[in-house]
């Protein structure tokens, strides 16, 4: 390399390091003089200020090594506990509930509930086939579904009353 090409790549190296030196100092010092501004304006405004009490009003301390028994999480007053959700009780609240998630929209390739047409060749395969696929799943070129709509807590007879219900809107 020749002297004036490396005089050149280490003057071109200083001028580099001295503007990235000065861009972080200039960073820097921004940071420093917002970061003061903007704690002194935020703690100082009225509706941050209530916020942060609402949020820590009524917070409690675990301590390791003393009774925390206290700190227990209560259910709300009035608040009913479900231990699990509540099964339909016919074909109708079972579509509502289940079924129509998917066949309300046609989501997954399922046939929407009411089409005539597309209800049509299924129908013809014949109620047996219908409640097979509703109750173990099908999963082919005309669709997804998972078995039971994927409510696997369903009985049989509910998701055959709403089959029924769906067969019966397509006719």
């Known amino acids: 390399m020749a002297t004036s090409d490396s005089k050149f790549f280490n003057i071109?190296?200083?001028?580099?390091?001295?503007?990235?030196?000065?861009?972080?100092?200039?960073?820097?010092?921004?940071?420093?003089?917002?970061?003061?501004l903007q704690t002194a304006k935020r703690t100082s405004e009225a509706r941050y200020v209530s916020e942060v009490d609402a949020r820590v009003t009524g917070a409690r301390v675990a301590v390791a090594g003393q009774d925390n028994s206290a700190l227990t999480i209560q259910p709300a007053a009035g608040a009913a506990v479900t231990a699990a959700l509540t099964l339909p009780t016919d074909g109708l609240s079972t579509y509502e509930t289940v079924c129509g998630a998917c066949h309300a929209q046609g989501i997954g390739g399922a046939p929407k509930?009411?089409?005539?047409?597309?209800?049509?060749a299924r129908i013809a395969q014949g109620q047996a086939t219908l409640y097979k696929h509703a109750l173990e799943g099908y999963n082919g070129k005309g669709g997804v579904m998972p078995a039971k709509g994927g409510r696997t807590d369903l009985t049989d007879e509910l998701v055959k009353s709403a089959v029924d219900h769906m067969v019966g809107l397509a006719k």
Request: aromatic share 12%; no cysteine.
């Open 12 to 36: 071109f190296s200083l001028v580099i390091g001295l503007l990235v030196l000065i861009t972080i100092l200039i960073f820097a010092f921004a940071r420093a003089v917002g970061h003061d």
């Open 113 to 120: 509930a009411g089409d005539k047409s597309a209800w049509s």
